[in-house]
């Protein structure tokens, strides 16, 4: 950190082209007729997330607080070497089945996603995309070093140093690489949270969407999906 | 058909006694499937908490009224399967509303579900559901042709497509069942049985362990929470026609729960010992073997 | 047998003096650039050098040149035969050879985006490989400093210690000095 290099400048004033098919452009119909089509605006919904309020009644949402802890549903995305840790869960050994914790294969159906590892900018990228398309209250839990500080890629080009930085974190699990017996004891912790009603992450982002879209925007350059993935 | 209106609470009763079951033997049976695999299990009142889960989601997207309508017709399907099934023989109480022509009304409707489902995973848009969608109604299919050929021969047998009726010509003994009195059909039903069951071997198409989830991709929420409730309920509906058709009906709660809980551990036992077919797999499978037996069981009446 | 193969070869092509460093692995360079195409050509054909095992380079920056090894294997000899040859820094383009070993397109469409060296005609060779978005200088050259990059694109979080990892474990490992 100290060797910070003086001489060496980021180059910050090429933009990246975007993409040719999501320029806009004309379409001709079977029938003869010209369409424009301005794909980013036309092919996805604009609409801002918006920020969801707790139900009324205390006891229906502590009731259904209960339940979301009871049953954390991971989404399977695995970046980083924490992916290697988060397999043994499913085994006899370990066997997170038992308090409530499966794993779903399409974001739409998981609550929580984690984060396993260092994220590179390529990867980030999916990981927004996974977690936007993901029903609220969802929960993102951080794995090992590297979504805390950066970790042994400290001085990498290509990954992130802080994950919060862009999307709302809940929990960080330190090590490197965090045991899976480190991890089920993060996951209680989560569901601790969760059950105290502060697993408010979803709220979050909605809340300070414009932090974090400046936030990604600032290191994805060749941003070509809408501003929020539905 | 002689309709009442206390029938309609009845038959909710029914329905709730039969749901509550089906969660529970659903977590019981991936219990048994764990314990094989070496592993602790679920907990019991997994399946519960799911579901409070599921509707207790905040958001909700939507792609259209057949995404809407999807889950729903899933549900009817199975919902349909046990209104229109008499689940408890004698007892006035759980007749639910069948009358003289109620098993091509059961037939129906096992098939209903499927394409309900097909056309509400079809407008969500995800090239994963339309794929799980055609793999599924095509297994399905393969595996629906032994079981109508197996109601074609004990409807031959007993003259009758009432299910009370049938029900009542297997009581007595143990021997009066179709089990005994007709076994070939009885076979040639278990492999549409086990076919149908959504359990493994036969459910690469929409397992959650598979990386294409097949029809259920993009739902999510209370969708997806009527959806796991039909996937609980279809089984045991279509392990209560089973019951009624093969092996002598119930006549209390008792025998039902035992003998529900016996059949539907047939295709649990098949799954835990078996890896998941690939579909072409399975459609030879039942196309192979289930075939001519049903066949078999025509002739042979 | 490899001395006599890169003593016959010296006859026809400019290669250096060769470096045997291990009995089944050698490295020669080769001086001239024209002559890669039928020096790999005739190693492939003709001397059963069919496996083209891997293409990569070195940044020489302080001799102003980018070092591309070609490594070449036998397998009915077992033998290793690396080939190295030279391109000017500021030009940085290179001939393509993917129509002798289709890898090699994808090797060289690594090197173009990591290294910004260009190989005109290989297949897919603009497009993006690995890093998406890049606008900066090529991430593996060595006047590209990352860890400046790093410092001026992703916030560090404060509280964060270095030590010397040499230090650190003797000094845990052995208290008393
Ligand atoms: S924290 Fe360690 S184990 Fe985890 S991704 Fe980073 S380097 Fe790998």
Request: proline letters at 6%; charged letters at 20%; one cysteine or more.
């Amino acid at each position: 950190m100290k060797d910070m290099d003086k001489s060496f400048k980021k180059d910050t004033e090429t933009e990246f082209p975007l993409r040719e098919e999501l320029r806009p452009h004309q379409v001709t119909a079977p029938d003869g007729q010209v369409i424009e089509v301005d794909p980013l605006q036309d092919y996805f919904c604009q609409e801002p997330p918006k920020v969801h309020r707790k139900s009324y009644v205390r006891i229906v949402e502590d009731f259904y607080n209960w339940a979301r802890a009871h049953s954390l549903w991971i989404l399977g995305f695995g970046t980083g070497c924490g992916a290697i840790e988060m397999r043994p869960l499913m085994t006899p050994r370990f066997d997170a089945y038992r308090y409530g914790i499966q794993w779903r294969a399409t974001p739409r159906q998981a609550n929580l996603m984690v984060i396993s590892g260092y994220l590179s900018v390529k990867t980030l990228k999916r990981a927004i995309r996974a977690y936007e398309q993901m029903p609220s209250p969802k929960y993102v839990v951080g794995l090992g070093s590297c979504t805390i500080n950066g970790g042994m890629y400290w001085d990498s080009y290509n990954t992130i140093k802080r994950l919060d930085d862009y999307l709302p974190v809940d929990l960080y699990i330190a090590g490197c690489m965090p045991r899976p017996e480190a991890l089920l004891a993060g996951f209680m912790d989560l569901k601790k949270l969760i059950r105290k009603g502060q697993g408010e992450g979803a709220n979050k982002y909605a809340e300070n969407f414009d932090w974090y879209k400046e936030n990604q925007k600032a290191v994805i350059k060749d941003w070509d999906m809408p501003d929020y993935n539905w | 058909m002689n309709f009442e209106w206390i029938q309609i609470p009845y038959a909710l009763w029914t329905l709730l006694i039969i749901t509550v079951y089906a969660l529970f033997i659903m977590a019981i049976m991936q219990k048994i499937g764990a314990r094989v695999g070496g592993r602790y299990g679920i907990p019991v009142y997994q399946n519960y908490i799911d579901l409070v889960k599921n509707f207790a989601l905040r958001s909700h997207i939507t792609h259209g009224i057949m995404f809407y309508l999807g889950p729903v017709f899933r549900l009817t399907g199975g919902l349909g399967l046990i209104l229109f099934v008499p689940t408890i023989y004698g007892s006035v109480m759980h007749q639910n509303f069948h009358y003289s022509g109620d098993l091509i009304l059961a037939l129906y409707f096992i098939f209903f579900g499927t394409l309900g489902m097909a056309l509400g995973a079809g407008e969500s848009g995800h090239p994963h559901a339309a794929i799980g969608v055609s793999r599924g109604l095509a297994q399905v299919t393969a595996a629906e042709l032994p079981l109508a050929l197996a109601v074609f021969s004990i409807s031959l047998q007993y003259q009758t497509l009432n299910i009370t009726e049938i029900v009542a010509a297997q009581q007595g003994s143990i021997f009066n069942w179709t089990l005994f009195t007709n076994p070939l059909a009885v076979l040639a039903a278990m492999f549409g049985f086990v076919g149908t069951m959504m359990r493994a071997p036969f459910d690469v198409f929409l397992a959650p362990q598979e990386i294409p989830t097949g029809p259920p991709t993009e739902y999510h929420s209370a969708y997806l929470a009527l959806m796991q409730t039909n996937r609980v309920v279809f089984p045991v509906a279509k392990t209560i026609i089973y019951m009624n058709l093969f092996f002598g009906g119930a006549t209390n709660w008792g025998a039902f729960a035992l003998k529900v809980f016996a059949l539907y551990f047939v295709s649990v036992l098949i799954g835990v010992v078996m890896p998941r077919f690939r579909v072409e797999q399975s459609i030879r499978f039942f196309l192979k073997w289930g075939l001519p037996v049903g066949i078999l069981a025509i002739l042979a009446v | 047998m490899m001395r006599d193969l890169i003593e016959r070869l010296t006859q026809r092509y400019k290669l250096g003096a060769p470096v045997f460093q291990r009995a089944d692995l050698t490295f020669v360079d080769l001086a001239a650039n024209d002559q890669l195409r039928s020096l790999l050509l005739e190693l492939r054909d003709r001397e059963g050098f069919t496996h083209l095992v891997l293409l990569t380079a070195v940044d020489w920056l302080e001799e102003g040149r980018f070092q591309l090894t070609y490594m070449l294997n036998n397998r009915d000899a077992n033998q290793t035969l690396a080939l190295r040859v030279y391109l000017d820094r500021e030009v940085a383009v290179g001939e393509t050879i993917h129509d002798i070993w289709p890898t090699a397109e994808t090797y060289q469409r690594e090197l173009r985006e990591m290294f910004g060296i260009d190989f005109p005609g290989s297949p897919r060779v603009d497009e993006e490989f690995i890093l998406e978005g890049w606008t900066d200088l090529p991430p593996y050259r060595r006047d590209f400093d990352t860890l400046a990059y790093s410092q001026q694109t992703y916030r560090d979080r404060p509280g964060r210690e270095t030590t010397d990892p040499r230090t650190h474990m003797k000094h845990k490992l052995y208290p008393e000095g």
